[in-house]
Each structure stands twice: as C-alpha cells, then as structure tokens.
T-cell receptor, first 111, second 113 residues
Framework: QQKVQQSPESLIVPEGGMASLNCTSS?????YFWWYRQHSGKSPKMLM?????GEKEEGRFTVHLNKASLHTSLHIRDSQPSDSALYLC???????????FGLGTTLQVQP | NAGVIQTPRHKVTGKGQEATLWCEPI?????VFWYRQTIVQGLEFLTY????????DSGMPKERFSAQMPNQSHSTLKIQSTQPQDSAVYLC???????????FGSGTRLTVL
C-alpha cells in the first residue's frame, strides 16, 4: 500500500478554473511535504514545499497543510493549458531525508 | 549549470544481461538519489547517498541491484541479470543537502526484451 496517497487520479478543469489536488500520508513520522510537477516526457520539478501547519501561496498556487491529519492540498487558480501535467506529492521525515512519492494526479486543463 | 546529467538516455538489454546507468549530480550537491518510474508503481525510491556514503538502500531489490558513488561527481546504478520487470525510467536526483529540493535528471529509459 502506498504510504502517500493522492486523489483524484485524474482531473479535468476548464481554462481559468480552479484545480484542487489532495495528498495524505499514512506515516505518522512524516513532517515535510513537497509538490512536484512533471510534464509529459520530462522529469519532475519541485513546485512548492510546506513544513508548517497552514497555508503558503506563490502566485497562482496555494498549498495547505494539516499536520494532525497529515493531509496537504494544492490549489491552482486561473488554470492554464500549460498547467496540464502529472502532479506528484512527496513526503519525507526529518531524520531520513528521502522523499516518498504518491502515484500522482494527472491534471488536464481544457482551453 | 547543466543540471543533473544521466547517461545513456535510452538502453535496451536482453533478458539476463547487465545494465549500468550513470549519473552526474549538480556540482556542490551532497545528496544523490536514485528512483525508478513506471506507470503502475509510480516513482519508487531505490537508494541514496550523502557525501558519497550510502545512507538508505531500502528500495533496492537486493539480489541484482547495486549502486555506488566512488566520487562526488558521479554515481552508478548497476542491474545484473536484467528482467523484463526492470523496464522503467530510472531517475537520478541531487540536492544541496538533507531536506532540500531534489533536482532530477532527464532519466534513463531501460527496456529489457
């Protein structure tokens, strides 16, 4: 069973719409969360990271973290066709440094 | 900065042959990770090094996979007696240190016939 679970598996939103992606860890030792984006045929690139409870915003992207429930979410407002990609959530623990990835959410933004 | 460099980009082997994959991390990065990616299993952790020392190889199939980092400028992943289920994209990543952002290479697509 995946220790990092993402939902939904796939998501279609219209251009200009809001995309909301979810991620939960089943490992109680996790304390860092990361969001990576992978365009088709490319390698993953870090989008945002969050370590503290609450919210973090960077441009059109907002990430939330609830450490008690080990749940993080990524929200993309004013979605663009160029946002179409596989979004990977990863979790790590403070004492290991390795990232464990979920299976990802495939986002398609329709013009 | 050329980023993380992986060679070869593509490798095709016959069942039972050996495959060696190479990775050159970003200069100055002390942590090097190996992952493999398939549609079914997603991005799976294999192993990682910090300051060239092996830290965690819990994701490595022990019998046929081995990884080394002989110096700070390159790491290798060797797969002996390759099997069709080893077919995947193998990704190397490096980071400045523990807890820092991972920067991935372009990957090596391994196909075992």
């Amino acid at each position: 069973q995946q220790k990092v679970q993402q939902s939904p598996e796939s998501l279609i939103v219209p251009e200009g719409g809001m995309a909301s992606l979810n991620c939960t860890s089943s490992d109680r030792n996790v304390d860092y969360f990361w969001w990576y984006r992978q365009h088709s045929g490319k390698s993953p690139k870090m989008l945002m990271s969050i370590f503290s409870n609450g919210e973090k915003e960077e441009g059109r992207f907002t990430v939330h973290l609830n450490k008690a429930s080990l749940h993080t979410s990524l929200h993309i407002r004013d979605s663009q066709p160029s946002d179409s990609a596989l979004y990977l959530c990863a979790a790590s623990t403070g004492n290991t440094g390795k990232l464990i990835f979920g299976l990802g959410t495939t986002l398609q933004v329709q013009p | 900065n050329a980023g993380v460099i992986q060679t070869p980009r593509h490798k095709v082997t016959g069942k039972g042959q050996e495959a060696t994959l190479w990775c050159e991390p970003i200069s100055g990065h002390s942590a090097v990770f190996w992952y493999r990616q398939t549609i079914v299993q997603g991005l799976e952790f294999l192993t990682y090094f910090r300051n060239q020392a092996p830290i965690d190889d819990s994701g490595m199939p022990k019998e046929r996979f081995s990884a080394q980092m002989p110096n700070q400028s390159h790491s290798t992943l060797k797969i002996q007696s390759t099997q069709p289920q080893d077919s995947a994209v193998y990704l190397c990543a490096s980071s400045l240190g523990w807890g820092e952002t991972l920067y991935f290479g372009s990957g090596t697509r391994l196909t075992v016939l």
